[in-house]
């Protein structure tokens, strides 16, 4: 088998590709609309890790496979997130200081 043979059997279908580019659009999307929750959403500590367990599942539903990485990269941007909020709710910062 020649190497232009074996590289066109690895290569993806137009249909493989649009089921990925769709998969990482909707991913985008859930990041979006999870950070503007975590944000701004009036919500406990308790519903707050609630709500990132909910999105990793849906992560894991559109990337299998890939916990590992959600831990990595995307939980500690969420709990960042809830962290300054509380801070500036809060008014830690003033005791920060």
Request: aromatic share 4%; proline share 4%.
């Amino acid at each position: 088998m020649s190497h232009i043979e074996r590289s066109s059997e690895s290569m993806a279908t137009p249909e493989e590709i649009r089921d990925e580019q769709i998969r990482m659009t909707r991913l985008r999307v859930l990041v979006d609309v999870t950070v503007q929750l975590l944000a701004q959403a009036p919500l406990s500590r308790k519903e707050t890790l609630q709500v990132i367990d909910y999105v990793r599942d849906r992560v894991l539903e559109l990337c299998p496979g890939k916990g590992d990485v959600f831990d990595l990269v995307l939980r500690p941007r969420f709990l960042r997130i809830l962290n300054e909020r509380a801070i500036k709710e809060w008014g830690l910062s003033d005791s920060l200081n």
